[in-house]
């Protein structure tokens, strides 16, 4: 299944819009979408299983593992089910065009861990 990802404006605990010390709403770092191909249900369980991903009982990852190992391997599997990146970087305008310049990007790490973790535990419903 093909998911364009868009960048979401920053929230706060509460689910409510992220605001500056001005009290503005905080913008995100990031305008446009990354075209993503998604994996079926069976397919991130495999991923999980390889990656020694540890489920508790209501399917959710358990907090007995090692957090920066999910997390590389999250990001290192957005690497490969991304499929077109168009990105700006809103306070630069620089364009964002590959993976890999997502990867030297400061402004796109959170983009490429929120894909990956998108990847492994699938869309929200009704998102799809």
Request: charged residues 25%.
């Amino acid at each position: 299944m093909i998911y364009t990802w868009k960048p979401s404006i920053p929230v706060d605990a509460d689910g409510r819009p992220a605001l500056d010390e001005n009290g503005e709403a905080i913008k995100p770092l990031l305008e446009g979408t990354v075209t993503i191909e998604l994996p079926k249900y069976i397919e991130r369980l495999k991923y999980m299983r390889d990656a020694n991903f540890k489920i508790s009982a209501n399917g959710q990852l358990s907090g007995d593992v090692d957090h920066l190992e999910v997390a590389i391997k999250a990001v290192e599997l957005a690497e490969k089910r991304i499929k077109e990146v168009n990105l700006t970087i809103v306070s630069t305008g620089v364009k964002v065009t590959t993976v890999d310049q997502m990867q030297y990007s400061s402004e796109c790490s959170d983009a490429l861990s929120e894909i990956g973790f998108l990847i492994i535990n699938g869309p929200e419903l009704g998102n799809r």
